[in-house]
């Protein structure tokens, strides 16, 4: 099967940590690369960030093309949508010559730039959203910077995908919401390469560690996880420390607004001896880290799925997290972590005490993480849902010559 992956801004093959580089892009690399090895042909379309980046590259077996759409530089996605219809036109152009079998969109507007392509080659569209803009704003509120069309144009896509991925049953109630029809919804996790994500030695060390792994913006919570460690030193009498990885590299971090907010936190709560900004790390390196750490420390305000926290349960590591989006479906308090409430560091902060006094209850739980890692959100299981589902969509389309999508989600 010929397969276009189109992400927008979440270039598969960009440095994981940046404001705009994160899960979604572990996610697209991960699915292209897996498609691949299973014998499709799968081509990645995003659009040109950087003059220099070539028009194709091939890695991994499969082929990501830089298409030119608005300058060749960095701009925040929620700045994007102006450069939309010349994405669009171009994915049209490529694809009247050459169309794909199925076109899978990855964030929304990926979607709206696939809309005329799909629908002029009658190519089914498969729409993954990994956030959605009602959440956003209901979440941030002025402070959101989406586009104020973004929930209109997401009811469309709802409206006009042949199929809609959710990654949890919380996007599912939200998805039905925009007026997504019941027989269009498939939820199919995000998944992790249980064989690089493995249990395997931490480190000997005499304070214990919490480990923060995100992009390194507010929603993340990581100014919450700071303040929660203040109280466990100085209110709870522990000796521990936090590391803190994403973000903009290391040699970077003293320009980044909010990695200057986060040290100011952590000044401010008597912790900044006690708190390590690493910046941004490579994908290679952070089985490593998240190993070298006792809890993983996950406490986003909002979270669509989540990568870290399986991740985490991956290497055998518990988890402390918050109990929103994806993270209601992979953590199960008192088995494989604790969820406590968002923006909360004195929830939080009594969560991880408890936790960190208990040596063998964080054995346990990393124990159970793993077993639930490997049996829910291995990469093979996600892989396979997804291509059943792209089967069942283009199946009539290649024993009778037409599509008929909407029978093929059913």
């Not at 199925?102 to 809309?115: D, K, N």
């Not at 042949?162 to 998944?191: F, K, S």
């Not at 460690?229 to 590299?249: Q, R, T, Y």
């Amino acid at each position: 099967m010929r397969v276009a992956l189109v992400s927008e801004h979440a270039n598969p093959l960009a440095a994981l940590g940046r404001e705009d580089a994160g899960g979604q892009n572990v996610h697209v690399a991960a699915l292209a690369a897996g498609l691949t090895q299973d014998g499709h042909e799968v081509t990645v379309y995003t659009r040109r960030d950087n003059a220099g980046s070539p028009a194709r590259v091939r890695t991994d077996g499969y082929v990501v093309e830089h298409v030119p759409a608005g300058p060749p530089a960095e701009v925040a996605k929620d700045d994007l949508l102006p450069y939309i219809p010349e994405l669009s036109r171009r994915l049209q152009e490529s694809w009247l010559s050459d169309p794909p079998d199925l076109v899978h969109a990855h964030f929304w507007m990926s979607g709206l730039a696939s809309l005329a392509g799909v629908r002029e080659q009658g190519v089914p569209l498969v729409q993954s959203f990994h956030a959605l803009g009602s959440v956003k704003r209901r979440q941030q509120g002025d402070a959101d910077t989406s586009p104020p069309e973004r929930i209109q144009h997401e009811r469309r896509l709802c409206a006009e995908a042949d199929a809609v991925i959710a990654t949890c049953t919380d996007e599912v109630r939200e998805l039905r919401r925009l007026g997504l029809p019941g027989d269009r919804e498939t939820v199919i996790p995000c998944g992790v390469d249980t064989d690089l994500f493995r249990p395997g030695p931490g480190r000997l060390a005499d304070r214990l560690r919490l480990l923060v792994l995100g992009r390194m913006v507010p929603r993340k919570g990581i100014g919450n996880a700071i303040e929660a460690l203040g109280h466990l030193v100085h209110d709870e009498g522990l000796d521990v420390e936090m590391v803190i990885a994403g973000g903009p590299s290391h040699t970077d971090l003293d320009a980044d607004p909010e990695a200057r907010r986060l040290r100011k936190v952590a000044r401010r709560h008597r912790v900044a001896d006690r708190t390590t900004f690493l910046g941004s790390v490579d994908r290679d390196d952070v089985p490593g880290l998240i190993r070298s750490s006792d809890i993983v420390v996950a406490v986003p305000w909002y979270e669509p799925f989540g990568i870290v926290p399986v991740e985490a349960m991956a290497c055998g590591r518990p988890v402390v997290g918050t109990a929103v989006g994806g993270l209601l479906d992979t953590v199960v308090p008192g088995v494989t972590g604790d969820l406590v409430a968002p923006r909360d560091p004195v929830d939080l902060a009594r969560a991880l005490a408890a936790l960190l006094r208990d040596p063998e209850r964080r054995w346990r739980y990393g124990e159970a993480g793993r077993r639930r890692a490997v049996e829910r959100y291995d990469w093979h299981h996600v892989l396979a849902a997804t291509e059943d589902l792209y089967e069942r969509l283009t199946r009539p389309a290649r024993s009778t010559g037409s599509v008929d999508t909407k029978e093929a989600v059913r």
